[in-house]
């Protein structure tokens, strides 16, 4: 899988949006773009995954680039609830796909 | 989204012991689930990969013998910690992927703390 690059963190004033920028620029035509958070003491919870086109759901936004080699995952309103560390992962496909983590972005929102 | 569990949720025991931690998916079927461990202020570090109905695969550096991986239905993986040291003290949690329409989300259990004294 490639290797992806995020700042070890950031803060973000709450109710305003929190960018969180990766670096993916080895990654394949085959690999997706995948997004996880972890709060302090809990196993990771998944938050949205994309290719190539830009995704929405409930929890954020995923921006990627279009030469896929970055990109950012957006909190539009955060809360004191998401400050965790923001994991970017790139990965193929299949439920045998074994994800690896990097030390990802430890986002702190601050009241 | 999916729903993976994990048993116990923390257990203290002494060195030499041996201890299982138990992984559920609990609305879905995995064929395929993994295990990590994860020391304080540290990332997630893949420990190997408990296929159903075979063999575990491990990833470099771990301990076969010292880890066991048992998948024996499509619903449940355990990892025993075999002969436990105050170094094996971690964080383990399992993780196992849903497909939808060879759409692939990994769903996570929330961690075990395994502290040996």
């Known amino acids: 899988d490639a290797k992806t690059t995020q700042p070890p963190s950031m803060d973000c004033a709450e109710g305003r949006a929190a960018n969180l920028p990766c670096n993916h620029s080895t990654i394949s035509g085959n690999e997706y773009v995948y997004w996880y958070r972890q709060i302090h003491s809990q196993g990771p919870q998944y938050i949205i995954h994309g290719l190539k086109n830009n995704e929405t759901n409930e929890m954020a936004s995923l921006i990627i680039t279009e030469d896929r080699k970055s990109s950012t995952l957006i909190l539009p309103h955060a809360t004191l609830r998401d400050t965790a560390v923001y994991y970017c992962?790139?990965?193929?496909?299949?439920?045998?796909?074994?994800?690896?983590f990097g030390t990802g972005t430890k986002l702190q929102v601050i009241p | 989204g999916a729903v993976v569990s994990q048993h116990p949720s923390r257990v203290i025991c002494k060195s030499g012991t041996s201890v299982k931690i138990e992984c559920r998916s609990l609305?879905?079927?995995?064929?395929?689930m993994f295990w990590y461990r994860q020391f304080p202020k540290q990332s997630l570090m893949l420990m190997a990969t408990?296929?159903?109905?075979?063999?575990?695969?491990?990833e470099q550096g771990v301990e076969k013998d010292k880890f066991l991986i048992n998948h024996a239905s499509l619903t449940l993986s355990t990892l025993t910690v075999t002969s436990a040291h105050p170094e094996d003290s971690s964080f383990y949690i399992c993780?196992?992927?849903?497909?939808?329409?060879?759409?692939?989300?990994?769903?996570f259990g929330p961690g075990t703390r395994l502290t040996v004294t």
């Open positions: 408990s296929n159903e109905g075979s063999k575990a695969t491990y």
């Open positions: 992962i790139v990965r193929r496909q299949g439920g045998y796909q074994k994800v690896t």
């Open positions: 993780s196992a992927n849903q497909g939808v329409q060879g759409r692939y989300e990994q769903y």
């Open positions: 609305d879905f079927q995995a064929t395929t």
